[in-house]
């Protein structure tokens, strides 16, 4: 015998899973139904739906297939509300992934299954584990403005568990490799680049975006105000990652010699190709003054890597590089999140976790300095 329904509540009912389950009966027979924790959250939820069916304004997701939906999604939710390359990304996982897959069912009828069968053939069409964790993503995401809208009672995505992803291993340079590397390219014309991205811990995106009018040699600063990012197969300058990713730097007097020597370089580029030249003033360019791409760079660096004798690694451990180095010296991660503009200290210190122990030692020695007598007594 099921679980009875509380006096006066109407249909509601508690599921086996320990959450509750209200129905209401729509005027042509079918139920809608609605979800919750507790049966207090179904009763508002069931009362609410209630009063929009009686003052007409209840949602129904008839007909509407989930690509009709997420076309619809795209359009009134994303594209308003988010920098270009932002949307780029949820456009292809629409239109290559999930609308292929699964556009055709019914908005009121996908299932976790359905969500389930999504990923088990992405997996096997060779699609990397992170990558289909985020084409989930992006489902939930689109599942959840459906579900406020009042189309479905549930997230289908949200029922599912993701891929399982392994956690890229942070490579960052020790000292000693990072003088390797700052040495194996002096006199390279992206000498300054490399430098930058290590000693400043920006993202790929921040250095190739970086404009002369962001960098003031004089005293010593730079500011992060955009990112280079290639969108519908063309370079565009776009806003940064987060609020906090636009930040103010403080430059190293060996990095303002530095950009001092490339812009000098580079000067003696824009004189060398004439009209050639089309730079819009970016630190960073090709000889003809084009912003540089941002695989191509990634795919020199492995080879000026090889060429010092050193690890492979990714663009990116530079600027774990930095991190890691700034942590190791004492520098407080307060500074280092502000540095790295991370959005909070939590996603610096979980980061870098590696570099933990070393400091709790550290700090351990520390204190015996402090507490101790020069004849090691207290």
Not at 51 to 72: K, M, N, P, Y
Not at 84 to 89: E, N
Not at 330 to 343: A, D, K, T
């Amino acid at each position: 015998m099921g679980p009875r329904r509380g006096n006066g509540e109407g249909s509601i009912c508690r599921r086996a899973n320990g959450t509750y389950q209200g129905a209401l009966r729509l005027p042509d027979g079918r139920r809608r139904y609605v979800y919750g924790g507790s049966r207090e959250e179904v009763r508002r939820k069931l009362g609410a739906a209630i009063h929009a069916l009686e003052i007409g304004t209840l949602s129904d997701a008839r007909g509407l297939t989930v690509g009709e939906f997420l076309d619809q999604w795209l359009a009134e939710v994303v594209k308003p509300n988010v920098r270009p390359w932002t949307f780029a990304g949820y456009e292809v996982h629409v239109r290559l992934h999930l609308k292929p897959v699964i556009g055709s069912v019914l908005l009121d009828k996908l299932a976790p299954m359905h969500v389930q069968q999504l990923m088990n053939r992405k997996i096997a069409e060779g699609l990397k584990p992170k990558t289909v964790r985020y084409i989930r993503g992006t489902l939930r995401t689109a599942l959840n403005h459906g579900v406020r809208w009042g189309l479905i009672s549930r997230n289908a995505a949200a029922l599912v568990a993701s891929p399982r992803v392994e956690q890229y291993e942070i490579k960052p340079l020790t000292p000693e490799e990072a003088r390797t590397f700052l040495a194996s390219m002096k006199g390279n014309r992206l000498e300054a680049l490399y430098s930058v991205a290590l000693t400043m811990g920006l993202r790929q995106g921040e250095a190739l975006g970086l404009r002369w009018q962001d960098v003031d040699l004089e005293l010593g600063y730079l500011r992060i105000s955009k990112q280079l990012q290639r969108i519908d197969g063309r370079l565009q300058l776009v806003e940064p990652k987060t609020s906090r990713s636009r930040r103010s730097l403080a430059l190293p007097g060996s990095i303002v010699a530095g950009l001092r020597e490339h812009r000098e370089r580079q000067d003696a580029e824009r004189r060398s190709a004439g009209d050639r030249w089309t730079g819009d003033g970016f630190v960073f360019t090709t000889q003809e003054g084009k912003p540089l791409d941002g695989t191509a760079i990634s795919k020199q660096f492995h080879g000026h890597l090889e060429r010092a004798g050193l690890a492979q690694r990714r663009f990116h451990d530079l600027r774990h590089s930095c991190a890691t180095l700034l942590l190791v010296q004492g520098v407080s991660p307060r500074v280092v999140m502000e540095v790295l503009g991370h959005s909070q200290i939590g996603l610096t210190m979980n980061t870098y976790s590696h570099v933990i122990p070393e400091l709790r030692r550290e700090a351990a020695d520390r204190m015996d300095r402090l507490l101790l007598d020069r004849d090691g007594e207290r």
